[in-house]
DNA sequence: CATTACCTGATTTTT
DNA sequence: TCAGGTAATG
């Protein structure tokens, strides 16, 4: 491909980014502006011009944006695209202290605790530290911790800076923190980045290696960096000075995690000789979208001006909602979107944005009542699950030893009789040798005290661990250890012994765990289960949702960031649920919000519905009676139109349609109230029947345990009498 | 030691 | 509302 075709699909101020000499390059690009595309294009355009693809690196926020850069420029330039390093802070972080970390004094197979990793470690600091949680939350420590690290302050400099009795206290948790995760050889999320930023202090062989091989550092998404990512990438591209990014102060939104727009704005300062580039131009939504982002955006006074135009005239304008409460803006979407696919736009095209993710449930409710398709992005994180962390635990256990926190949870997934009261024996014997808890397992015997059953678990466990460890040696597929290990645990079958509804969810996550294990097996030439464990670490499961795309997307604004949509809702416009109850008192938080409704805004092509509710339940009991959000005020009236209510109510919902048989079992004489047989649990009534993904769930009340218990209807081993 | 029943307690956004 | 931790019980 020659310079001009590669180009051509570019207008000139795009072109002349992608075409930058080198040296220090900021492009300020507003939202819909073609951004991923400048990047993707100045890859190519390097590419073309003699630089080789391994003396590059693309950094970008989220797995996702990682993963489209790379299939994008693949497109582009085809297979050498591999060599090039597309990737987030954390995972490049990650490359680069598998082969360091001993430099820490850490094992290569480290461990990667996730935050409810590091809580757990909190928690137990705690504990040990005879720290009421009451007086010192775990979750207050976690969060000033991870700000901490975000800023590169280390628990010494933390100790240092403490000034009052409650940052003193933290700062003992700190110390003992790092302490901890030191010994078991484990980084949590944010020491990636600092303690990579420590490696190339301390050793200046190492930061003269990666400096010299990256000639080129490109950055999306500049204004979400923190103080530790930014400091990484001036540091990798402190030899050659070419380093490339691209942001926008008006879609930063994740200060509350340490981000800060100083970043971008300071690029110029930082590096002088730098290039500045403005694209204004939105290629993306209508001239009526881009009015209300930019009457919204204006009312934000910590902000340089900058003003997008787009050269689509007019457009449809927005739609308005009052709905009575949070059940009626539901159902008003839900017949919206029904009125629109009979209009010929596909559900696909539609996305409802939220602020918090407890918001998509009553949607959920909506749709199904209404049987329209949807997806949900987002929520809680499949690996956060139970089933998913034990599995995981077990194959982390395998692999680092050290990882305390792993081995303990191993010892009760399954049950196994060992309790509190032995880990602390086997814990006491191990500190005795000077052996890793995870090693500690085969010498159960040895163990003083130690009850037969717990004896015989631990010995057990020891003899899993080796196992998991003799199939990652002879190179069995991922896919093959992973099912293995829930068989050779017990996990699988318990869970197959009960017949609970809860417990078929868990299965068919655990095959899902599988599924991405055969993905990583059929992408990967030679894996290994250590590198199986980190891309799990690093990748949460919003980011690969390929496949389906039939369906009403949900999810929340942040996840909207970098998409685009024909159609967009965004509900819950309310003082205190958008803006959040939190930001409402600190200016600064709340020019985040507005930065976060203007992101919701610009992700919107052709129609834009906004949607409060006078009267809304978040927690609780009572409802809240909010007033609408100040982001409905500011946008112009004349861009805006009010839905009327009238054909509302036909769509509300009456009655679910129940399918009369799911799985070929016929489930219509289950009712409500119906006294059923199990035949483990004997006589019960049931008290309530809903609909699930995975067939008819039902909540039956056993009398005789004393206990209600859910149970998938197509399954349970029960009969009407 | 395991199970269960209560009982908190806390509720934003996520690599 | 709900999940997760703790206290009480088998």
Redesign the pocket.
């Known amino acids: 491909m020659t310079s001009m075709d590669l180009l051509s699909g570019l207008n000139p101020v795009q072109r002349a980014a992608v075409e930058m000499p080198e040296g220090p390059v900021l492009v300020v690009a507003g939202a819909g502006s073609g951004k991923t595309r400048v990047l993707v294009y100045r890859i190519a355009y390097l590419l073309e011009n003699g630089i080789a693809p391994e003396s590059i690196i693309a950094i970008t926020?989220?797995?996702k944006a990682a993963g489209e850069m790379r299939s994008r420029v693949a497109d582009l330039i085809g297979p050498t695209a591999d060599e090039i390093w597309v990737s987030?802070?954390?995972?490049a972080c990650v490359r680069i202290l598998r082969r360091e970390a001993p430099r820490l004094g850490y094992a290569n197979s480290f461990s990667i605790y996730?935050?409810s990793d590091s809580l757990?470690l909190i928690?137990m600091i705690l504990k040990d530290l005879n720290i009421d949680?009451?007086r010192l939350?775990p979750?207050g420590v976690a969060a000033a911790i991870?700000n901490a690290k975000n800023k590169l302050m280390d628990a010494g400099l933390f100790s240092d800076f403490a000034d009052n009795p409650y940052e003193k206290r933290i700062a003992l948790v700190y110390t003992e923190y790092e302490k901890r995760l030191a010994e078991q050889s484990a980084f949590d999320?944010?020491d990636l980045i600092m303690r990579t930023v420590e490696v190339f202090d301390k050793h200046p062989d190492a930061l003269a290696r990666y400096q010299g091989r990256f000639r080129h550092v490109l950055i999306d998404e500049f204004q979400d960096t923190n103080h530790a990512q930014s400091r990484l990438a001036t540091l990798l591209a402190g030899k050659w000075r070419n380093i490339f990014v691209v942001g926008d102060a008006d879609q930063g939104?994740?200060a509350?995690?340490g981000a800060t727009i100083k970043n971008l704005l300071d690029f110029e300062r930082d590096w002088p000789e730098a290039k500045v580039i403005t694209l204004e131009q939105n290629y993306r939504s209508t001239r009526t979208i881009l009015d209300a982002a930019n009457a919204v955006i204006e009312n934000n006074a910590m902000r340089k001006p900058k003003a997008l135009w787009t050269a689509q005239e007019g457009g449809e304008r927005i739609v308005r909602y009052h709905g009575s409460d949070e059940h009626d803006e539901a159902a008003w979407v839900a017949q919206e979107v029904r009125k629109l696919s009979d209009q010929g736009h596909p559900h696909a095209d539609v996305a409802v944005f939220y602020?918090?993710?407890?918001q998509s449930?009553v949607l959920e409710e909506a749709f199904n009542a209404a049987s329209l398709p949807y997806r949900v992005v987002?929520g809680v994180?499949f690996y956060?699950r139970?089933e998913i962390k034990d599995m995981m635990a077990w194959l982390r256990a395998a692999m680092n030893p050290l990882d305390t926190i792993s081995a303990e949870r191993i010892c009760?997934a399954p049950?196994?009789?060992?309790?509190?009261?032995?880990?602390s024996?086997i814990q006491a014997f191990a500190a005795s040798r000077v052996m890793p808890l995870g090693n500690a397992f085969d010498y159960a015997e040895e163990v003083d005290r130690l009850?037969k059953?717990?004896r015989g678990?631990a010995l057990e466990i020891g003899r899993i661990l080796a196992h998991i460890r003799d199939l990652d040696h002879s190179g069995v597929p991922i896919t093959d250890i992973v099912a293995s290990t829930w068989e050779i645990t017990g996990y699988m079958t318990e869970l197959q012994a009960d017949r609970s509804f809860e417990s078929l969810s868990r299965q068919e996550n655990l095959k899902e765990l599988a599924g991405s294990a055969a993905e990583y097996d059929e992408n990967t030439q030679q894996g290994s289960l250590t590198d199986f464990l980190e891309l799990v670490a690093?990748v949460?499961d919003?980011?690969e949702e390929e496949g389906e795309e039939t369906g009403v997307t949900f999810m929340?604004l942040?996840?909207a960031k970098g998409l685009e949509f024909p159609i967009v809702f965004i509900v819950g416009m309310e003082e205190a649920v958008f803006p959040?109850m939190?930001?409402l008192a600190d200016p600064e938080?709340l020019e985040e919000e507005r930065r976060l409704c203007y992101v919701g805004i610009t992700r919107a092509q052709e129609r834009l519905y906004l949607l409060n509710a006078w009267r809304r339940?978040l927690?609780?009991?009572d409802a809240n009676y909010n007033t609408p959000s100040r982001f409905l005020r500011e946008i112009p009236d004349d861009l805006i139109k009010e839905a009327d209510k009238k054909d509302l109510f036909t769509t509300r919902r009456t009655s679910v349609d129940k399918p009369k048989s799911v799985g070929g079992r016929d489930l219509s004489r289950f009712k409500v109230g119906a006294e059923i047989e199990h035949t483990r649990w004997g006589r019960g009534i049931i008290v309530d029947l809903r609909q699930s993904a995975l067939g008819m769930e039902a909540t039956i009340h056993f009398p005789d345990?004393?206990?209600d218990k859910r149970l998938d209807l197509t399954l349970a081993p029960i009969k009407v009498v």
């Not at 602020?355 to 407890?358: L, V």
């Open positions: 926020f989220t797995n987030t802070f954390h995972s996730d935050s757990r928690r949680e009451k939350p979750r991870s999320f944010d939104i994740y509350f995690r602020r918090t993710n407890a449930r987002g994180g956060d139970k009760g049950k196994r009789g060992i309790g509190p009261g032995s880990i024996k009850n059953k717990a678990g690093l949460n919003t980011d929340t942040h996840n959040h939190r930001s938080q339940r927690w609780g009991p345990m004393g206990s």
